[in-house]
């Protein structure tokens, strides 16, 4: 299971912290990432770290976001920073066995609830 925290409203400019949960599995097997899906737009990767904590970042993240993972508290961050009206969306957490961590949204086959982020200006 994974469950995002960490949400909500931020100031453009601003900066947030997401956090995922992860239970009931060995969270050293998986390749884990950051989506996020805005109204009316395609699902996009925002950030992936693989099991041997190589990272992966959209395009668009330009070195304003860092997500990370900690294995003994089972967790996965994605700090952002620098945000902006266009990083409006509901994130999403994701983890895929294995050890391909490539931001393809197909290869993830668990996914959190997700968490909305609403950047104001």
């Known amino acids: 299971h994974l469950i995002e925290s960490g949400g909500g409203p931020v100031q453009a400019g601003g900066s947030l912290t997401l956090s995922c949960s992860v239970s009931?599995?060995?969270?050293?097997?998986?390749?884990l990432a950051w989506f996020r899906q805005a109204p009316q737009r395609r699902r996009e990767g925002v950030g992936s770290?693989?099991?041997?904590?190589?990272?992966f970042y959209g395009d668009f993240v330009k070195g304003r976001f860092t997500v990370s993972r900690d294995n003994l508290k089972k967790t996965l961050t994605l700090q952002m920073n620098r945000l902006t009206p266009e990083d409006t969306a509901i994130y999403y957490c994701?983890?895929?066995?294995?050890?391909?961590?490539?931001?393809?949204?197909?290869?993830?086959?668990?996914w959190g609830q997700g968490t909305q982020v609403t950047v104001v200006t």
């Open positions: 994701a983890a895929r066995e294995g050890t391909g961590a490539r931001l393809y949204d197909t290869d993830f086959d668990i």
């Open positions: 009931g599995a060995d969270i050293r097997l998986y390749a």
């Open positions: 770290v693989s099991r041997l904590d190589w990272t």
